[in-house]
């Protein structure tokens, strides 16, 4: 089992920066992929970014490149998502997930089997 646990989220104007961090305890040395997703209300949920945990390759969604880096501190067992040049379109809950095998779709939410509880972003223009 992994436990997940965000931090970060707020509310910042436009253009502005957050960082988010996802802490991961239990056996995370199962996982080989962390990411991360967004859900606003009535949308459904989107991949945004993710890490392999061996290797730190990145991959992220078309939507946000350049603009957030997804990180990864092995020796605390915390992903970050560093959030730039933020939009109002980028108002959603942001949630830490994890996979314990290898992804074809990094960024799709249906293989991610252990989740955090979520963290509030909200964009105001």
């Known amino acids: 089992q992994v436990q997940l646990v965000e931090s970060g989220g707020g509310s910042v104007q436009a253009g502005g920066s957050l960082r988010l961090s996802c802490a991961a305890s239990?056996?995370?040395?199962?996982?080989?992929?962390m990411g991360w997703f967004r859900q606003a209300p009535g949308k459904e949920r989107e991949g945004v970014a993710a890490i392999t945990t061996r290797g730190s390759s990145t991959y992220y969604a078309d939507s946000v490149k350049g603009r957030f880096t997804i990180s990864q501190d092995n020796t605390k067992n915390i992903v970050y998502l560093q959030m730039n040049s933020l939009k109002p379109e980028d108002t959603a809950m942001y949630y830490c997930?994890?996979?314990?095998?290898?992804?074809?779709?990094?960024?799709?939410?249906?293989?991610?089997?252990?989740w955090g509880q979520g963290t509030q972003v909200t964009v105001s223009s």
């Open positions: 239990g056996t995370t040395s199962s996982t080989h992929f």
């Open positions: 997930a994890a996979a314990g095998w290898w992804l074809v779709h990094k960024l799709g939410p249906w293989d991610y089997n252990y």
